[in-house]
């Protein structure tokens, strides 16, 4: 970069640094030695880099600790607590004590879900939101699924969607449909079939996820149960 007013520049005026200005001054120290960054994952499963991480520690118990250098990086971070990687979601929390060490069993997860044997006339936006929200809250329909909205074309054979589903609701099979006259009367039906790209574990007794009901150690156990682990 050419300066055409040379002879105006003053003792404190400051050239600007180019790039050929930094590489060309041996008083500018530049290490050129690159090293390795460990790099995660983002919601598609795609690999990105996360500004400021430094360590992961093992918990041993599904916890994973993730150090950062720096808070903006970790702010970053912790700004979106939930992430799906490969189908599955990855809950992230910045820690304090209160929260412990112990593994944390939320009462309410994203899941994908497959709607199967969908019916034509509920290949809309307003017909799958429908379906779906028997299951829990609704929140995005896959590039495929959202192209047959649209277009009228593509794979019927089920719509994929993420639902958010509370513990206490349950992972249902199947979703009933009614077809009703003006006069709420039902006149035939329809089940929907329901399939899980991952089946998370569900207590029914705690109304969380990451432990089944049989599992579970706060609950009473029956006497056929004792009687089998005696």
Known sequence: MLNENKGNETETSSPIKTYAHVTMNPEISMNNQLRSIPTVLNDLGEEVVVYGYKDIVDNGNGKWLFKFSRDDGLNEVAAKSLRMVNGKPLLVYRWDPSIGLDKVEPSVLPVWVKLCNMLMEAWTNVGISAIASCLGKPKIMDSMTTYVCKSGMGRT??????????????????????????????????????????????????????????????????????????
């Open 157 to 230: 054979k089920f719509a994929r969607v993420l639902v958010e589903i509370e513990a206490i609701k349950g992972l249902k099979d199947e979703i009933e449909l009614q077809y009703r006259d003006k006069n709420q009367v039902v006149k035939g039906t329809k089940k929907v079939k329901v399939e899980y790209d991952w089946k998370p574990l569900v207590c029914s007794h705690c109304n969380v996820f990451g432990h089944s009901f049989e599992k579970c150690s706060k609950r009473t156990r029956t006497v056929e149960e004792i009687a089998r682990e005696t």
